[in-house]
């Protein structure tokens, strides 16, 4: 076990080098997407479907492009290639002809000398729709007409481990718990909102500039779009301010280079808060039944859930996503025995896709509900009931695969358990309610649990993944070239650390900022991967390096190029067996907090983590991802939810969409950060990425302090005031 530590006098692996984008993010310095700027550009607006569901009539832009000022106005006849995008499937239009789906679908997008003019234009559109009645319930979804071509259901799977058939046995003993759950949609809420700008380029192309987590599927999607050859389309990442899987998809990348491409001129187009809400996916609503079946010593039987997941209007991530939620229903625990089932379909909701934690979030709320209620039917403390199931190296999933790297589960367990609780509230500024005195200590009841999660790591289902780097040391200075988006997770300091740690502190580093399709991909900065695959590559493109000096110390350059591969994966069978996932990461969260039943309102006293990590590479970026990933668990605990009333979302803004502030969140504690060097391919120094996991069980165990705290179910997160002041189970 580690503490969040590291050297000072190096610089190197290990040390809490500083970012070097860090001072300037703080002074104001540092160029964003939406601060590009380029002479004689225009401005783009786009006009959005005000109904969920609807036949387009007419498109009347006559107003709009007699506008002073408007240089352009598009609309789906405008589409030179591909009329449709998409991440995995293109089922989404470039813009919407004969059908919208969901509030927010863009229907045309205009350019004009002015910001206030575009908006204007784009108002002026004249849009006649037939409005017909959204079906907005997935599990109507799931057998109505389809709203889509492509059909409702994104993906149907089923998990089938050990026995199926097998049944708990009263007479032994077993206990049988049951129970439903349900996420609300939570936001990725980055503060900086969806900009970017194109400018066509004298070849025929186009060149963009943007906030994005994948350029080069960014750059193949506009590429089909504007039936362009891909080497025609350079994208560049620009400054990007917040991601968390809301850049993964494409937003308004193929308006601005039609834009761009029928004006002849630079275009930009920056969202206000309202339209980023319409602009990017969220996460997934579920809605989860499970059962679990164990022995009266605790031991765990048969594990059988059935997930339905809202993926929106579109497809998005939807299949990832619910593969990944199926596959880590369980929990971390040993399953002799396991039936789950799942699916993901069409609404006509906003899209859903990438967000934190990626499908394990949701799973985690149910799976660490249901052995919490299990150790209150066997009369069993919640820790020692996890203790008893917990994963260890060598043990199976309930996909058949097994787990043969680290896997510390009840090291984390313990960790946490031991961690010293809180004392009492000291006035009543520690109070739920605040310095409003609303509450009296007398009234105030704490709870106090923990819950563990995991996830996978990388890509899975025997998807290809690749990541290339390129390194040139000249003169003493070596300079690393990456097509890696950085979006705030320290890549941008990782790279730095790891050339040091392999040439040597002499070596000066210099990191070709602009990330471009120019450099091979790196894919996407999701799925905790870009430490692994991204500095995985810089670490084999530095040990070339160092080769070649070695061998030749007189040479003036060298030079390394490589593509690296993780160790390769299996897609699931019929019934979810295989080898699925590269590997995995744990973690595990207690909560402590202080609840007025009366009044349902209440505060996080105390939030403690463990976590495995691989190896530690910088100290002090590990420390801010357990603390971002644990306050956006806590969010969507707390507070944060999307609304929507008839597929309209009713709290669009920063004022209305909750997040959490310093004031809401209580100092993270870490218990322990364990250190078991990942075995894998590949995998640099050992290290794992380290910013999902966290999102993962700190939510979970922020819910199960406040069931401690009341005895209430509350099935359904985020919890809201009236969830606990106005249940019918609340006891006085």
Not at 52 to 73: E, K, L, N, Q, Y
Not at 265 to 282: A, N, Q
Not at 294 to 317: H, W
Not at 383 to 389: G, T
């Amino acid at each position: 076990m580690s503490t969040v530590t590291g050297r000072r006098d190096r610089r190197g692996v290990g040390t809490g080098a500083a970012r070097p984008d860090g001072i300037p993010k703080v002074t104001g310095e540092f160029a964003y997407s939406s601060d590009l700027w380029e002479a004689g550009m225009l401005w783009g607006a786009t006009l959005r479907s005000p109904h969920p569901s609807a036949r387009i009539i007419s498109i009347d832009t006559t107003a709009a492009v007699a506008m002073p000022g408007v240089r352009a106005v598009l609309t789906a006849d405008d589409v030179p290639g591909r009329p449709t995008y998409g991440l995995e499937v293109p089922d989404q239009p470039v813009f919407a002809s004969d059908v919208v789906r969901y509030v927010g679908e863009p229907i045309a997008a205009v350019a004009a000398d002015h910001y206030d003019i575009a908006r204007r234009a784009a108002a002026a559109i004249v849009v006649t729709y037939d409005v017909l009645d959204p079906l907005l319930d997935p599990e109507a979804s799931l057998t109505a007409e389809p709203l889509h071509p492509d059909g409702n259901v994104f993906r149907h799977m089923v998990i089938r481990h050990g026995d199926p058939d097998a049944v708990g046995d009263p007479a032994a003993g077993d206990i049988v718990v049951e129970g439903t759950y349900e996420v609300g949609m939570q936001d990725q809420a980055p503060l900086g909102t969806e900009s970017g700008l194109a400018k066509p380029t004298a070849d025929g192309g186009v060149e963009l500039r943007i906030g994005t987590q994948w350029l080069h599927v960014d750059r193949d999607q506009i590429a089909a779009s504007l039936d362009l050859d891909p080497d025609l389309v350079q994208v560049e990442l620009a400054g990007v301010g917040g991601a968390f899987g809301a850049r993964e998809d494409v937003s308004l990348q193929i308006h601005l280079c039609l834009l761009a491409k029928r004006t002849g001129r630079p275009v930009k187009m920056i969202y206000g808060r309202e339209e980023s809400f319409l602009g990017h996916v969220h996460r997934h609503p579920a809605r989860m039944w499970f059962r679990h079946t164990a022995k009266a010593d605790g031991t765990l039987v048969k594990v059988e859930a059935k997930l339905l997941f809202d993926g929106g209007a579109y497809c998005s991530s939807s299949p990832a996503v619910l593969a990944n939620a199926t596959c880590f229903a369980g929990g971390p625990y040993k399953i002799p025995n396991a039936v789950v089932e799942g699916s993901a379909v069409r609404t006509n909701n906003p899209p859903c896709g990438a967000m934190r934690g990626f499908g394990s979030v949701q799973v985690c709320f149910g799976h660490e509900g249901q052995m919490d209620k299990l150790a209150a039917a066997l009369g069993m403390d919640p820790v020692e009931l996890r203790l008893k199931n917990a994963l260890a190296p060598g043990d199976r999933l309930i996909t058949g695969q097994r787990l043969d790297g680290a896997a510390p589960v009840a090291a984390l367990i313990e960790a946490v358990a031991a961690s010293p609780l809180p004392g009492e509230v000291d006035g009543p500024m520690g109070l739920p309610g605040g310095p409003g005195r609303t509450t009296q200590a007398g009234d105030v009841r704490r709870g106090v649990a923990l819950a563990v999660g995991f996830k996978n790591l990388m890509f899975s289902e025997g998807y290809d993944d690749s990541a290339a780097a390129k390194i040139r040391l000249f003169d003493g200075v070596a300079t690393v070239s990456t097509a890696c988006a950085e979006v705030g997770q320290g890549f941008v300091t990782l790279v730095h650390q790891i050339v040091h740690e392999v040439l040597g502190d002499d070596i000066e580093v210099v990191l070709n900022t602009a990330s471009t399709t120019d450099v091979g991909s790196a894919g996407s900065t999701s799925a905790s991967r870009q430490t692994w695959m991204s500095g995985g590559a810089v670490k084999l493109a530095a040990d070339d390096i160092k080769a070649q000096v070695d061998l030749d110390p007189d040479r003036a350059e060298y030079l390394a190029d490589v593509v690296h591969q993780h160790t390769p994966t299996t897609p699931l069978d019929e019934n979810g067996q295989g080898e699925p996932h590269v590997s995995f990461t744990f973690a595990c969260h207690r909560a402590v907090v202080d609840v007025d039943p009366e009044l349902g309102v209440l505060r996080l006293v105390d939030l403690v983590t463990s976590q495995e990590v691989g190896k530690i590479l910088n100290p002090v970026q590990l420390l801010g991802q357990l603390e971002g990933g644990a306050a956006q668990g806590a969010g969507l605990a707390l507070m944060e939810e999307i609304v929507l009333e008839g597929g309209h979302i009713k709290n669009p803004s920063f004022t209305d969409y909750l997040i959490p502030t310093s004031f809401d969140l209580p100092e993270l504690r870490v218990a322990a950060i364990i250190e078991e060097p990942e075995p894998h391919l590949g995998a640099p120094f050992g290290a794992k990425g380290v910013g999902e996991a966290p999102t993962i069980s700190s939510g979970a165990a922020v819910i199960a302090a406040i069931r401690a705290a009341t005895g209430l179910e509350l099935p359904r997160v985020p919890v809201r005031p009236s969830d606990i002041a106005l249940s019918p189970d609340r006891t006085p």
